[in-house]
T-cell receptor, first 114, second 112 residues
Framework: ETGVTQTPRHLVMGMTNKKSLKCEQH?????MYWYKQSAKKPLELMFV???????ENNSVPSRFSPECPNSSHLFLHLHTLQPEDSALYLC?????????????FGEGSRLTVL | AQSVTQPDIHITVSEGASLELRCNYS??????LFWYVQSPGQGLQLLLK??????LVQGIKGFEAEFKRSQSSFNLRKPSVHWSDAAEYFC??????????FGKGTRLHILP
């Protein structure tokens, strides 16, 4: 398998549930990202990990908790979410610097919070 | 603060017609500029990027973009669109020590 793989592709959860999104990259990149894509809003950077260390936390609420156990895997743990958190969550990876490298995106996890 | 503006939310062109998608940016340092495309149900894919050198950049799928520093623009062009080009297009700007910022996107519709 190649590229960036995200699971699950679709997730429906209640506000009291706890769930996780998973991302795996097979490109040998050293940086991984979580983005939130909502309708009519720019793509929002949530978290950046470089060499498994978090280098960016873009004022994301604590109900979103990232985890990067190694350079190939990235998780986004979700708990007590709100309906406005419903969105497409995109994972990406890159080899080069924070703002200069080509981003390789997964197909996204569509989250619906009831 | 850096920002990216894509003034057109939707654009409709006929198949075979030429295309230009506009992008303006505001950035203090020398920017790294990107165009990404997102087909329905897919993640974003890089079309092309500009770092330095020739201001006319060639990308995949027959797309090109021109960097105009005086106008702070990086418009995307294609001489003849195909029905498969229907998608959403995102302009983005980054820098060596700063994250990439995306515009809100332009949705392209193709008429048969």
């Amino acid at each position: 398998e190649t590229g960036v793989t995200q699971t699950p592709r679709h997730l429906v959860m209640g506000m009291t549930n706890k769930k996780s999104l998973k991302c795996e990259q097979h490109l040998g990149h050293n940086a991984m990202y979580w983005y939130k894509q909502s309708a009519k809003k720019p793509l929002e950077l949530m978290f950046v990990y470089s060499l498994e260390e978090r280098v960016e936390n873009n004022s994301v609420p604590s109900r979103f908790s990232p985890e990067c156990p190694n350079s190939s895997h990235l998780f986004l743990h979700l708990h007590t979410l709100q309906p406005e958190d419903s969105a497409l969550y995109l994972c990406a990876s890159s080899q080069d610097g924070l703002g200069t490298g080509e981003l390789f995106f997964g197909e996204g996890s569509r989250l619906t919070v009831l | 603060a850096q920002s990216v503006t894509q003034p057109d939310i939707h654009i409709t062109v006929s198949e075979g017609a030429s295309l230009e998608l506009r992008c303006n940016y505001s950035y203090g340092a020398t920017p790294y500029l990107f165009w990404y495309v997102q087909s329905p149900g897919q993640g974003l894919q890089l079309l092309l990027k500009y770092f330095s050198g020739d201001t006319l950049v060639q990308g995949i799928k027959g797309f090109e973009a021109e960097f105009k520093r005086s106008q702070s623009s990086f418009n995307l062009r294609k001489p003849s669109v195909h029905w498969s080009d229907a998608a959403e297009y995102f302009c983005a700007v980054g820098a060596w020590d700063d994250k990439i910022i995306f515009g809100k996107g332009t949705r392209l519709h193709i008429l048969p």
